[in-house]
């Protein structure tokens, strides 16, 4: 049926004015998660099918509201991975702390761009105070500047761009405008066990993953000092605060120490396990993480914020807007924070607060306590698999578990029947070469019972 714009205006004003819309989707998301803990973790064979609605051509004209929440609720919500919920083991994923779901449903209506403080003063006010709070948490010197970004991932990349460019600054060299043909050649080095994405970030800022200079690793994954090379004034060192596979922390500490003298720039990766910093017994694994530069972290893994929330942290504020940089007469750069110079993107959602109503919900002994609790239930993961007579493959020093349950074929098996069982998620990974089962626990939701449930359901699928 044919519309004008007057018409499409009017309804959709009358959905804003009406509210039942929202009522509905609010109520459609409160029986969503009062069932995420008693469902399958994954969907079933047959809800995975039914996702093939999704695959319609573009509708020729405009839709009925109601129908299309329904729709996404009937097909969508069952098709999903009950990530919410207290038995999912898989990638390092964390749960959603309530008060900071509440808020970012609150703050949806808001619909603010973090861009600029001048459109946005909440959202500035709170980026100012999740820096604060983030410093103070993590122990990180008093000029330690914030950006809020997707994930990790991109902070990496941040962080990276911004020793890109002081490292070319102190030679003289001005990389935003010169570029990289003729810059200084910096050097990284980087452990053999970084993460992923510490590869992407050194692909994506031009210095070329063939030119890592990389230090081996122990046993459990950690970086070796005595295999790091020579550092100098025109090195990045990437060190890692919580390896993805065995939660293992590189002794950071020494690898500053060492950096320092030499007049590199150390960026830590401590995408979930930089949170070790904020919890009184685990604090010293991290021991130095505040010597480095620049840091990584998500508030979406460990801290259990709602997605997606990645934080970049650098001690040199110059550096990290200046390698940012963005510029046009059309902004009008406020007294108030501009969220846009700390972050690649310029229009950004406003996630910071997620992240101030996680953290303020939880406060300095909910961070710790929460904490504590991910590496207790990993402990009691590692002796109760140990019991049942698994190969415990790591010494879990976090919140990381892995297993071996045999060659590929056999592990790739195994994870899909712990997965079909649809009492827990666990997924499979590489180990020194070798196939392993990775459990990561990473939800504030996970008590004792699920986790002795999850071991069940692993006994049972290593018996088929
Ligand atoms: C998850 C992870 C990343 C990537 O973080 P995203 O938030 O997924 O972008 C980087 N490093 C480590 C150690 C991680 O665990």
Redesign the pocket.
């Known amino acids: 049926m044919a519309i004008d714009e007057t018409e499409l205006r009017t309804r959709m004003r009358k959905l804003v004015a009406s509210g039942e819309l929202l009522t509905d989707a609010v109520g459609r998301a409160r029986r969503y998660l009062a069932d995420a803990d008693d469902r399958p973790v994954a969907p079933t064979a047959g809800a995975v099918a039914a996702l093939e609605r999704f695959s319609e051509p573009l509708p020729a004209s405009v839709g009925d509201a109601s129908e299309i929440l329904a729709m996404l609720d009937e097909v969508g919500s069952p098709g999903t991975v009950a990530q919410t919920g207290a038995r999912f083991f898989g990638?390092?994923n964390g749960g959603m702390i309530p008060t900071a779901h509440a808020a970012r449903v609150l703050a949806d209506a808001w619909d603010q761009n973090a861009a600029v403080g001048a459109v946005s003063p909440t959202n500035a006010a709170i980026e100012e105070t999740c820096q604060a709070w983030l410093r103070d948490l993590f122990g990180l010197p008093e000029h330690t500047v914030a950006g809020f970004v997707?994930?990790?991932?991109?902070a990496?990349v941040c962080g990276l761009a911004a020793a890109r460019w002081r490292l070319c600054e102190r030679a003289g060299y001005d990389v935003n405008a010169r570029g990289l043909a003729d810059a200084p050649s910096l050097r990284i080095v980087a452990s053999r066990h970084a993460?992923s994405?510490?590869l992407k970030a050194v692909a994506l800022l031009g210095f070329g993953t063939d030119n890592i200079e990389w230090a081996e690793v122990d046993d459990q994954g950690r970086l070796d000092p005595a295999t790091l090379p020579e550092l100098d004034r025109h090195t990045i060192l990437i060190l890692?605060a919580?390896?993805?596979n065995s939660g293992s922390f590189d002794p950071i500490r020494q690898c500053t120490d060492q950096a320092r003298r030499a007049g590199a720039w150390v960026h830590v990766?401590g995408?979930?396990?930089l949170w070790a910093a904020a919890c009184k017994s685990l604090a010293h694994l991290t021991d130095g993480h505040e010597l480095a530069d620049s840091w990584?972290v998500?508030g979406?893994?460990t801290l259990n914020t709602p997605y997606d929330c990645?934080i970049s942290l650098c001690a040199d504020p110059e550096a990290m807007v200046a390698s940012l940089q963005n510029s046009a007469p059309y902004i009008v750069a406020s007294e108030h924070r501009d969220g846009m110079l700390y972050t690649p993107e310029m229009s950004r959602r406003a996630r910071a607060i997620d992240l101030w109503a996680t953290l303020r919900y939880l406060g300095r002994e909910g961070v710790d306590r929460m904490v504590l609790s991910l590496h207790q239930r990993t402990n009691q993961f590692a002796a109760e698999l140990a019991d049942a007579g698994f190969d415990v493959v790591n010494d879990v020093v976090f919140n990381q578990v892995m297993i071996r349950v045999g060659d590929q074929v056999a592990t790739d098996a195994f994870a899909a029947a712990v997965q079909a069982s649809g009492e827990a998620w666990v997924g499979g990974s590489s180990w020194f070469g070798e196939p392993v089962i990775r459990i990561s626990v990473c939800s504030w939701m996970t008590a004792s019972d699920d986790v002795s449930r999850a071991v069940r359901a692993m006994r049972q699928a290593h018996e088929l």
């Open positions: 990638l390092v997707s994930g990790t991932s991109l990496i993460h994405t510490v890692q919580g390896n993805v990766d995408a979930f396990g990584s998500d979406h893994k990645g």
